[in-house]
């Protein structure tokens, strides 16, 4: 049975020694959050997702979620009580509104206790993850008295939430939608129509299901500019606020997917269902894409804590399977074979994981950090240079790692042989819960769109700028530190190729945009090269320090430098690939024409 | 649901205009298979396998194989009228030797039926795939006697085969095996043991079932020199050769798998089961050895199957499925969206799949070419050439296959988007099931290794300076051809990556054999590009000579020729990046201490 380890120590270590989290201490919450309360939350999340949420997964894969014939779905056996722990460690408003009984802590916080419960229990992790996501919404946009209604009992965990935007005719393409609002005549709307793959839409879990919807009033007008977001409560609040009559929405069916069997993914059929508007009319998309960098951080952290959980794995098994000797001789003589991590090609493909985890969760908390500072500072200048690098961030994280997080599940599984194929030691399931990621909350082809279409010509080109500016000043500044010269000739050479290929798309896709479709996949994965090793410049400057104001810390900070020169040397030759690629243009792909596919 | 359409057309390109069937004519069998008998037989197989066995793919992975309370297998609903179909077909002995009721078919011919059975039904191909590997076995190695017994029964189909190598705690190192064989006395033996993962160990579409089975005889050498191989049938042969008593093997479980559901994967357990020695003793792994090439050729033809019928219901779905609008303007304007295909990042996944398959088949029917050859040929020298390929080639196709074809089918999967992730369109099974041909039949670290420790430095180096003569030899010849004009400079350039690789490991490798391993799987997939960018510019010759021949071949030549030129622009970068990680060296991985991971 596989099992989990939350990274408590690499999180501190991030947090303290690289990122200095004291420096933040000036912002909304950070005040509450000393680094005794950190480590404290920190060790309460960590034993939460070790010892409730972990033992959950394998059997909340294998027993899934059932659909009764009444409609109602359950969840597997332990959910309930799972989730009611979850709910009462007051895990889910950790980060919210103190106002509507959140604890305002650092949304940090919350990201780095969410990478901990997705690689615990994905599928779980997407329950109260889908309220968070709601909650953002209803907080950002709702009336005072929405907020009043909704946000406690969210917060509290008493009611969860989903988010319905796909039908099955449109997901990328939301302009096509055509889920129905019809005005009541009393504030209300009717809402009908089909949604589906909808996450956590029905369960067992909570008392009520807050659903925001996106739909179409009549006579709106077509496309993108028409489409308004409505809430739409399983059960219609009462006066008092506690959940009163049914409303007119049922789950349809559950989905059979590749993975996540844990979450009830739901066709969801709204048959003239009461909903309010949240937000103004028209400006539903709008409204929802003020909480996608949050969303799309989201599902970027589950492609890490897939890949984290399967690397720890992996190690596990890589030390303790004795198979055949080491090509340099034995390694374990009194044994009838050497652990198998004592040959090259598993330790590369261990060792490529590893590099990859440390970094991506490095780029995960800076960002966090970022959107801390974005939503809760009062300069202007900071603000909006956080906002910058949050939007140019987002499409790269939520892709790279996911793609990376994915494929890292895949070189894990491949770490146990046959072993790995069969259910038994649970490496199979990481695989397939993974998967999910690359597709949902904007595929990952629209994501690398969104960065070369929409993120990198923003304001004149300023994000990239400043991400240029930043790094190029990171590497002057500590351009006599020891601990970074190992890696500093690496990642100035690949801002150089991140800076041709940028230069690249400004001459050759402003007129003719195919050709920023073509490279725009390997432009997502070079610049996240180039931004997992500014991490890891980071990271090796801030080992270096600790190594020596800290002796006793030195075998852990050399295991940090060693792994940040393996990633200079073996990932970072794929920047001159990924260069190389885009610079071919979109010609020769589209000289074939659509029929010969 | 999904649907499948052998690529006949293709396989007869390449068989004809290609690789000149014609000039096969001398060698046994091949007389017997002129183009017009070829084409019938392709034609035949295409039918069974998209009319049989391709509507049996999904509805045996939902079913599974189920074991009965009596240690008995069932398949899925339909299995068996279809494996009688085949088998009645004659497709299980094909090639194999007439003497014995075999067709004497090319190889070749058996290499494409298992391309297109594999495609439409993965698990299904399996149990007369491993009846076809059993039978090699037993025809090179068996006694006259044995070859009477078994074979013609293997052929018919009406007994079937397995290999069983693998135990708890041997997989890779087959020299820790512990399954015992003692002799009884009459000539036979008493096999003792448990083997797990055996493939089609037990199940109800034949009458008898004939285990290959490693085992140690009593007082054998220690380690890989002290191993046997065993005739272990399910129903001892009486006299008359019909399946008599009961023989003390049974399946003790079915593995829990990620997908090829449909075959049954058991746990075999061999309780003084009764054995006949097949080959000499103490030379088991020899004998399993000698049909290790063709093997592992029918694993890599699982990936380019999986992949290829991948991309075709891909393909399907982006011409048909509307989803926004081209970025260089509408292009169904009529429509309320475009068709996918349209979008150049859903168009660079599709092309990118396809540049590999049509290669990948070309590359498979060559070395299955090579293996007529050498098992056909009474030239020396001929034969020694076509040894050397297969030798070379064999790891390369087994590793590169397998992995490009699981990571097509995830590619084919994201074309779905969320359609992908659920059951309902079938594209989730390709994924699961590709996903084993990674694993088996020798891990593709393990085929790495055997590329870079054995077959590269085997005879001097022999095999690989043939190739770089071959492919030199090639471009030199064809250097004025126009066709070839746009893809050559492109191959040059990567075999120069090659050579330099090939050197790197010469330099480096004798004296530390981990630089050889840390470096193995980037000089796999190098070489893999290398052979597969060799293949299009045969192709890129032959389209080019067609639509000069044949104006009416043209729209099909050309989109050869687009989609070689692709290869060589999008998929050869990635050269350059293996040729540096390899030079790298293993130094940095093996700093690490073990206990770090």
């Given at each position: 049975m596989p099992s989990y380890k939350a990274p408590?120590e690499d999180?501190?270590?991030?947090?303290?020694?690289?990122?200095?989290?004291?420096?933040?201490?000036?912002?909304?919450?950070?005040?509450?959050?000393?680094?005794?309360?950190?480590?404290?939350?920190?060790?309460?999340?960590?034993?939460?997702?070790e010892?409730?949420?972990q033992p959950?997964n394998a059997t909340g894969d294998r027993?899934?979620?059932?659909?009764?014939?009444?409609?109602?779905?359950?969840?597997?056996?332990?959910?309930?009580?799972?989730?009611?722990?979850?709910?009462?460690?007051?895990?889910?408003?950790?980060?919210?509104?103190?106002?509507?009984?959140?604890?305002?802590?650092?949304?940090?916080?919350?990201?780095?206790?969410?990478?901990?419960?997705?690689a615990a229990n994905m599928?779980?992790?997407?329950?109260?993850?889908?309220?968070?996501?709601?909650?953002?919404?209803?907080?950002?946009?709702?009336?005072?008295?929405?907020?009043?209604?909704?946000?406690?009992?969210?917060?509290?965990?008493?009611?969860?939430?989903?988010?319905?935007?796909?039908?099955?005719?449109?997901?990328?393409?939301?302009?096509?939608?055509?889920?129905?609002?019809?005005?009541?005549?009393?504030?209300?709307?009717?809402?009908?129509?089909?949604?589906?793959?909808?996450?956590?839409?029905?369960?067992?879990?909570?008392?009520?299901?807050?659903?925001?919807?996106?739909?179409?009033?009549?006579?709106?007008?077509?496309?993108?500019?028409?489409?308004?977001?409505?809430?739409?409560?399983?059960?219609?609040?009462?006066?008092?606020?506690?959940?009163?009559?049914?409303?007119?929405?049922?789950?349809?069916?559950?989905?059979?997917?590749m993975g996540?069997?844990?979450?009830?993914?739901?066709?969801?059929?709204?048959?003239?269902?009461?909903?309010?508007?949240?937000?103004?009319?028209?400006?539903?998309?709008?409204?929802?894409?003020?909480?996608?960098?949050?969303?799309?951080?989201?599902?970027?952290?589950?492609g890490l804590a897939q890949s984290e959980v399967a690397y720890q794995n992996a190690a596990a098994y890589a030390k303790e399977r004795l198979q055949s000797r080491s090509l340099s001789g034995p390694k374990a003589p009194e044994k009838p074979a050497d652990p198998i991590i004592v040959h090259p090609d598993v330790r590369r493909m261990m060792i490529e994981i590893r590099a990859f985890n440390e970094a991506a969760r490095?780029?995960?908390?800076?960002?966090?950090?970022?959107?801390?500072?974005?939503?809760?500072?009062?300069?202007?200048?900071?603000?909006?240079?956080?906002?910058?690098?949050?939007?140019?961030?987002?499409?790269?994280?939520?892709?790279?790692l996911t793609d990376v997080g994915f494929a890292n599940t895949v070189k894990a599984q491949q770490v146990f042989g046959g072993h790995g194929y069969v259910g038994e030691w649970g490496m199979e399931q990481f695989v397939r819960d993974a998967r999910?990621?690359?597709?949902?909350?904007?595929?990952?082809?629209?994501?690398?769109?969104?960065?070369?279409?929409?993120?990198?010509?923003?304001?004149?080109?300023?994000?990239?700028?400043?991400?240029?500016?930043?790094?190029?000043?990171?590497?002057?500044?500590?351009?006599?530190?020891?601990?970074?010269?190992?890696?500093?000739?690496?990642?100035?050479?690949?801002?150089?190729?991140?800076?041709?290929?940028?230069?690249?798309?400004?001459?050759?896709?402003?007129?003719?945009?195919?050709?920023?479709?073509?490279?725009?996949?390997?432009?997502?994965?070079?610049?996240?090269?180039?931004?997992?090793?500014?991490?890891?410049?980071?990271?090796?400057?801030?080992?270096?320090?600790?190594?020596?104001?800290?002796?006793?810390?030195?075998a852990l900070?050399d295991a940090k430098l060693i792994t940040g020169k393996f990633f200079m040397e073996r990932m970072m030759p794929e920047?001159?690939?990924?260069?190389?690629?885009?610079?071919?243009?979109?010609?020769?792909?589209?000289?074939?024409?659509?029929?010969?596919?």
């Amino acid at each position: 049975m596989p099992s989990y380890k939350a990274p408590v120590e690499d999180v501190k270590f991030l947090l303290n020694d690289v990122f200095g989290w004291e420096r933040y201490d000036n912002l909304p919450g950070f005040a509450d959050a000393s680094p005794d309360t950190v480590d404290a939350i920190l060790e309460e999340a960590a034993k939460l997702c070790e010892q409730v949420l972990q033992p959950l997964n394998a059997t909340g894969d294998r027993e899934g979620c059932q659909r009764q014939p009444d409609g109602s779905v359950t969840t597997p056996k332990g959910f309930k009580q799972a989730y009611d722990a979850f709910a009462e460690g007051g895990w889910i408003g950790l980060a919210a509104d103190p106002a509507y009984g959140g604890q305002g802590l650092p949304y940090t916080l919350a990201a780095i206790v969410n990478e901990f419960a997705s690689a615990a229990n994905m599928s779980f992790s997407m329950y109260p993850g889908l309220t968070q996501g709601a909650l953002a919404a209803l907080l950002v946009h709702g009336t005072e008295e929405q907020k009043q209604l909704y946000a406690p009992h969210m917060i509290s965990g008493a009611w969860s939430g989903t988010m319905n935007l796909t039908e099955p005719h449109c997901g990328t393409d939301l302009g096509l939608l055509k889920t129905k609002a019809v005005q009541k005549g009393d504030g209300s709307y009717g809402i009908t129509g089909q949604k589906i793959f909808i996450s956590a839409g029905e369960h067992d879990l909570a008392q009520n299901i807050v659903h925001l919807v996106l739909a179409r009033i009549e006579g709106a007008p077509a496309g993108t500019k028409g489409i308004s977001l409505f809430i739409v409560p399983k059960l219609l609040p009462r006066v008092d606020g506690t959940p009163g009559e049914r409303n007119a929405v049922s789950c349809g069916s559950i989905e059979h997917k590749m993975g996540i069997h844990g979450n009830s993914t739901c066709v969801m059929n709204y048959d003239g269902a009461t909903g309010w508007l949240l937000g103004a009319e028209n400006r539903g998309l709008n409204a929802m894409f003020v909480m996608m960098n949050e969303a799309r951080l989201g599902v970027a952290i589950q492609g890490l804590a897939q890949s984290e959980v399967a690397y720890q794995n992996a190690a596990a098994y890589a030390k303790e399977r004795l198979q055949s000797r080491s090509l340099s001789g034995p390694k374990a003589p009194e044994k009838p074979a050497d652990p198998i991590i004592v040959h090259p090609d598993v330790r590369r493909m261990m060792i490529e994981i590893r590099a990859f985890n440390e970094a991506a969760r490095a780029l995960v908390l800076t960002t966090a950090l970022k959107s801390d500072v974005a939503h809760r500072s009062g300069d202007e200048a900071t603000v909006r240079a956080a906002d910058d690098w949050l939007g140019l961030m987002t499409p790269v994280l939520k892709g790279v790692l996911t793609d990376v997080g994915f494929a890292n599940t895949v070189k894990a599984q491949q770490v146990f042989g046959g072993h790995g194929y069969v259910g038994e030691w649970g490496m199979e399931q990481f695989v397939r819960d993974a998967r999910i990621a690359m597709i949902y909350e904007g595929a990952n082809g629209i994501q690398a769109l969104d960065l070369v279409g929409r993120k990198l010509p923003k304001d004149g080109g300023r994000a990239i700028m400043s991400f240029f500016s930043e790094v190029g000043g990171f590497l002057k500044t500590h351009q006599a530190d020891e601990a970074l010269k190992p890696l500093a000739p690496g990642l100035k050479s690949v801002v150089d190729d991140l800076q041709k290929a940028t230069m690249w798309f400004m001459q050759n896709a402003m007129a003719k945009p195919d050709n920023a479709g073509a490279g725009s996949t390997d432009y997502m994965h070079l610049f996240g090269l180039v931004a997992l090793g500014y991490m890891w410049a980071q990271i090796a400057v801030a080992a270096g320090a600790k190594k020596a104001a800290d002796p006793s810390s030195a075998a852990l900070m050399d295991a940090k430098l060693i792994t940040g020169k393996f990633f200079m040397e073996r990932m970072m030759p794929e920047t001159a690939a990924h260069l190389a690629r885009i610079g071919t243009g979109a010609d020769t792909m589209m000289a074939l024409p659509a029929d010969a596919f």
